[in-house]
């Protein structure tokens, strides 16, 4: 749907009687404007991917940081800094505003340093790095995500090297197209712990689920087999 239309589809779906919608790419920051409310997580990620429909008002929320930190305990890690996160787009400041929340030291890096010195100084605490220090930077990071588009199936691999860092390394992808990326790969062939990007969509979409159907879905090995169906596992499409 283009940007203009975004306005119309909202008013639409309330005006149809839906009890809410999801909000992806890229609409998750035009579509604030178009809130009456916004609840915490969305004004601190300055967007919004979940809305939700009450007596003809539209409520925002972002649940992208929240399904992240669901996804790293489902897989078994603890949530202990210092993270370090590549990327400052939309889905970076959702995750470092979770992890802020979490306690965590959380420094971020981006190809354009602009846009991290915007992320950070929207979400006070954040540190940045510049991006050509982001290997060394690794022996003092007990988590390291990928927020980049960077390894998503159609765009180049992440290439990273991960010589500097220490056993206990975390290391997280966002990406889930292809749901196994080069990236983690690298990071497991070092015999790094890696958390996979799929489980952060659906623990996202828990919320929404809850406030629409009044029914808590559960984000068990059923749904991951169901939803996983139709993505690629390897970026070369196996
Ligand atoms: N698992 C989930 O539930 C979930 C949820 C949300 C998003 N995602 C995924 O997260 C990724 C990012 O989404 P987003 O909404 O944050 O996108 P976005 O706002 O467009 O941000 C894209 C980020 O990727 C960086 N990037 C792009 N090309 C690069 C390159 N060649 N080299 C280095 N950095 C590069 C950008 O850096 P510059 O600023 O320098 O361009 C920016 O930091 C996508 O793959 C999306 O599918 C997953």
């Known amino acids: 749907m283009p940007p203009e239309g975004l306005a119309d589809a909202v008013r639409g779906l309330v005006s149809e009687g839906y ?3 999801n909000v992806t790419i890229p609409h998750k920051e035009a579509v604030l404007a ?11 990620a300055g967007a919004a991917n979940t809305l939700v429909f009450e007596g003809g008002t539209v409520r925002g929320s972002n649940t992208d940081g929240s399904g992240f930190i669901a ?3 489902d897989q078994g890690e603890l949530l202990t800094g210092p993270a370090l996160i590549l990327g400052a787009g939309g889905a970076a400041r959702a995750i470092a505003a979770a992890l802020l929340d979490e306690g965590m030291t959380v420094t971020v890096t981006n190809r354009g340093l602009d846009r991290a010195e915007t992320l950070a100084a ?3 605490g954040i540190r940045v790095l510049p991006w050509d220090q982001r290997e060394a930077a690794l022996a003092d990071t007990a988590l390291l995500v990928n927020t980049t588009s960077l390894g998503m199936h159609g765009q180049p691999p992440l290439a990273f090297d991960f010589a500097q860092a220490h056993s206990a390394l975390v290391v997280a992808d966002v990406v889930y197209v292809p749901l196994r990326t080069g990236f983690l790969d690298t990071a497991a062939e070092r015999g790094l712990r890696t ?3 799929l489980g952060m969509l659906l623990h996202q979409a828990v919320p929404g689920f809850a406030a629409w159907f009044g029914v808590t879905p ?3 090995d059923e749904v991951r087999t169901l939803v996983s169906a139709g993505i690629p596992a390897y970026s070369d499409g196996k």
């Open 19 to 21: 009890a809410g919608a």
């Open 34 to 44: 178009l809130c009456d409310s916004l609840d915490d997580s969305a004004r601190r």
């Open 71 to 73: 996804n790293v305990r």
């Open 122 to 124: 929207a979400l006070p």
């Open 195 to 197: 958390v996979e990007g």
């Open 218 to 220: 559960v984000v068990d």
